[in-house]
């Protein structure tokens, strides 16, 4: 495939992002995206390698000349959400969404295949394009790095689309960008009674109140005033009655953080709390401390070379705000230095909202950013 003119890569992609957002498969369930994607690149030429999951698909380009191996990493699953929009191209399954904009992630990197191919005999170096499944499970990232085929890439750059930004701009920072994601479970255990004769027992609900205050004081007294985290508690069970007193609590919540000692910080923290409160009370409180993904933390010259990639392709670069959604391409970064980019598509809605609607024009500028990027990288990368 030959691409003369940009407005025709530009619309074609346009034309496959819709046909991928028509047809949204949920996490590990991606076969007719695998399908498409093969097809796609397959038709193009680009060689894919042998990927030991059920779905997703590995592109390679370039290895005609030596020099370093890069990744670019798009993720293609949609979620459980009905879509709102009313667009002509709406999801034809009923229930499932491509509401977090990765098939503009898809194509984009698709788009980028397409435009390194046809200079596959001028790449210094070889790159691997993984569209990688299950990124809504947080799972997808480990399968991939599990199967070894990103062994060799040295650096590895990937995106997501921000509806907050114009489309034309690209949201670019050195350092903290999306925040480390855990997950919490405490455990209140202690002696049930009447309610209407609490010294017999224990009450573990005001045990739980003060516990859920306490907690707040973690983020506010002792991590510093510039650091930034947020702990949230979103489920609390207790009881079954108006009368009785429960003999177990159990609360659940979420943490947020951009640094691992921050991350270390907090748990240590939760753990003094909980224990000290539940003895104070004379109960017992345990704290299930979950670690999920990493914090996503840029490499300062990746970031670099993606503002030169993003001047040479005609986009503006914003310095964007970090933000305490987690992503699965932290993991990619324990292996290789790494570049997380929010790419602006002027939503009129948030991500994972049933009417989110984004300017297509962005897919383009991906692409031809992306591919600016990966050529930049095989020949800054020693
Ligand atoms: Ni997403």
Wanted: proline share 5%; net charge negative; with cysteine.
């Amino acid at each position: 495939m030959t691409i003369k003119e940009t407005d025709s890569l530009d619309e074609m992609l346009i034309e496959r992002r819709r046909e991928l957002h028509r047809h949204p498969e949920l996490a590990f369930e991606e076969k007719e995206t695998t399908a498409k994607l093969k097809s796609w690149l397959t038709a193009a030429s680009v060689t894919l390698a042998d990927l030991p999951l059920e779905t997703g698909v590995l592109g390679v380009i370039g290895g005609k000349k030596p020099g370093p191996v890069i990744a670019l990493r798009t993720d293609i699953d949609a979620l459980p959400i009905a879509e709102q929009t009313g667009l002509p191209f709406a999801s034809e399954v009923p229930g499932k969404m491509h509401a977090c904009g990765h098939d503009l992630h898809m194509t984009s990197m698709l788009g980028a295949a397409l435009l390194l191919k046809e200079r596959e005999n001028e790449l210094n170096g070889t790159v691997k394009i993984i569209f990688q499944p299950a990124e809504e499970i947080g799972e997808g990232a480990r399968r991939v790095l599990e199967t070894h085929l990103l062994d060799d890439a040295q650096a590895i750059c990937g995106m997501h689309i921000m509806p907050g930004l114009p489309v034309g701009t690209v949201g670019i920072k050195s350092g903290p960008l999306m925040a480390g994601v855990d997950h919490f479970i405490i455990d209140l255990n202690g002696k049930g009674t009447h309610g209407a004769v609490p010294e017999q027992g224990d009450d573990l609900i005001v045990v739980s109140a003060q516990i859920i205050s306490a907690l707040q004081s973690i983020v506010s007294r002792n991590l510093s005033p510039l650091d930034q985290a947020v702990i949230s508690t979103t489920r609390i069970t207790a009881g079954n009655t108006w009368n009785v007193m429960p003999d177990h609590a159990q609360l659940e919540g979420t943490v947020r953080t951009f640094t691992e000692q921050t991350r270390g910080k907090i748990e240590q923290r939760m753990n003094e709390l909980v224990t000290r409160i539940a003895g104070a009370f004379s109960v017992s409180g345990k704290v299930h401390y979950l670690r999920q993904g990493p914090p996503i933390v840029n490499n300062p010259q990746l970031a670099d070379l993606a503002e030169e990639a993003a001047r040479a392709t005609g986009l503006k670069v914003v310095d964007p705000e970090p933000t305490t959604i987690g992503e699965d391409f932290a993991y990619y970064q324990k292996q290789m230095s790494s570049l997380f980019v929010f790419m602006g598509v002027s939503g009129n809605s948030g991500l994972h909202h049933a009417d989110l609607v984004v300017d297509e024009r962005a897919i383009g500028k991906s692409a031809r950013f992306f591919a600016a990027l990966a050529e930049q990288l095989l020949n800054k990368t020693e």
